[in-house]
């Protein structure tokens, strides 16, 4: 078994559209590289975004020589277990896929937090669609 997710299952993919992940490989896996923990999958709001750029995290402004489109409501991006609960207390919070989300953020998250903010989220979003 690979890296665990907060449910205790193996970690799934977070996001590939736009590429997320620590090593860009689309999930939140983690390592000792990884200082900041960027470990849970969140389904980024106009809200979230917005209290990460005023806290100094602009998720929004693309920056290419980082490989990073910058982030628009509804993507799927690891962000730092840090600056969710920051959000979680400020009460900005973005939803969680907790299959996505690393077992390393409940370092920093409790399960409680993550799990009042826990969505599921098909992997294909095509299927949504009608």
């Not at 999930?27 to 975004?49: M, W």
């Not at 370092?107 to 599921?120: C, E, G, K, T, Y």
């Amino acid at each position: 078994m690979g890296d665990r997710n907060v449910l205790g299952g193996e970690l799934e993919a977070c996001g590939n559209d736009p590429l997320t992940g620590f090593y860009r490989d689309g999930s939140c896996t983690s390592g000792p590289e990884d200082q900041g923990s960027h470990t849970i999958c969140a389904v980024v709001t106009a809200e979230f975004l917005a209290h990460q750029k005023r806290i100094g995290n602009d998720l929004s402004t693309p920056m290419p020589q980082y490989r990073f489109p910058g982030l628009v409501p509804g993507d799927r991006w690891c962000v730092t277990a840090a600056n969710w609960l920051r959000a979680f207390k400020d009460g900005v919070a973005a939803p969680v896929v907790m299959a996505s989300t690393h077992e390393r953020a409940l370092a920093i998250v409790p399960l409680d937090a993550l799990r009042q903010h826990s969505v599921d989220v098909p992997a294909d979003l095509s299927t949504l669609e009608e």
